[in-house]
């Protein structure tokens, strides 16, 4: 099973979740069978609120899942079209949270849990884990 992860720097297992998909720096895709990592550059960062395309974002790569701090409605509901899982980060680490998911411990993102506008106020809505 392929996992991704948005996060800030490459520390391996050790990273921390990225408090939101489409402006995290990187994403680790982690393969649950092999152990193996495998980083790739988030290709859509500099896009405006509400025009993530995650699928640009993760160099076409697909995966089962993601866990992730916080995403937008749009992307949660492309990604979901596209038959990938969006999981709701319960820990810091990606170790810890593997450790979650592996005992069905992660709950699944519905899009009323997802960020709203970043303009007034603080536009998040629950999902955000980002400020």
């Known amino acids: 099973m392929k996992i991704c992860f948005p996060v800030e720097s490459n520390e391996g297992l050790e990273s921390s979740v990225f408090g939101h998909f489409g402006s995290a720096p990187l994403f680790l895709i982690v393969d649950t ?31 089962d899942g993601i866990v992730v701090g916080g995403i937008g409605g749009g992307a949660l509901g492309r990604l979901n079209q596209l038959g990938m899982k969006v999981y709701r980060a319960a820990a810091d680490t990606i170790a810890e949270n593997l450790a ?32």
């Open 33 to 63: 069978e092999t152990n193996r990592i495998e980083e790739i550059d988030n290709g859509d960062k500099q896009h405006s609120h509400g025009a993530c395309s995650p699928l640009k974002a993760l160099g076409g790569q697909r995966v």
């Open 100 to 131: 979650a998911l592996a005992i069905n411990e992660l709950s699944e993102l519905t899009p009323e849990q997802t960020c709203g506008g970043h303009g007034s106020g603080n536009g998040h809505g629950q999902g955000c884990a980002h400020h």
